[in-house]
């Protein structure tokens, strides 16, 4: 009888081991488990910062186009001022070459005639003023738009690299 209850204290104590090591093997996959929704409680946190820049780099590609549309506006308005401003110093070119054939096929109203082309001359350097005042506005302008789309782009860049 001692040696059955030996031999049963033997088995409790091989089951008592057994379960020994179930527990510390349950416990190593809890800990694994919680490791795991730490991790995954990281990558949802990654993600939504993610998905934060991506929505500031969406409105700042926004705010790009924005720029880009209002740099071709000012562009094509200068473009047409300057070509306007083409036109009338060709015209008054043109002007001017007539005015000189006059002048040399007449000798009557020599300084009417050259009043005229003096203030046809004036009128040309008035308007080349004007057209390099433009000219400095538009260049101007693009520095200032370039200076914007490198601002942006930095912005851009430093948002992607984070």
Do not use: W
Request: no cysteine; aromatic share 4%; proline share 0%.
């Amino acid at each position: 009888m001692i040696n059955n209850i030996n031999e049963s204290l033997q088995e409790i104590k091989q089951e008592n081991e057994m379960l020994k090591k179930e527990v510390e093997t349950s416990k190593n996959e809890i800990n694994d488990l919680k490791n795991k929704i730490e991790e995954i409680e990281n990558i949802k946190e990654i993600s939504d910062n993610n998905t934060k820049d991506i929505n500031e780099m969406k409105t700042n590609f926004e705010i790009i186009g924005k720029l880009k549309e209002e740099l071709k506006t000012q562009k094509d308005y200068y473009t047409k001022a300057i070509e306007e401003m083409k036109s009338i110093i060709q015209e008054q070119k043109s002007e001017i070459a007539n005015m000189k054939k006059i002048y040399e096929s007449q000798n009557n109203g020599k300084e009417a005639l050259e009043k005229k082309i003096i203030k046809n001359t004036e009128d040309t350097k008035y308007t080349n003023e004007r057209l390099t005042k433009y000219l400095n506005d538009v260049n101007a302008l693009q520095n200032i738009n370039k200076a914007l789309l490198d601002q942006s782009k930095t912005f851009v860049e430093q948002n992607l690299i984070y």
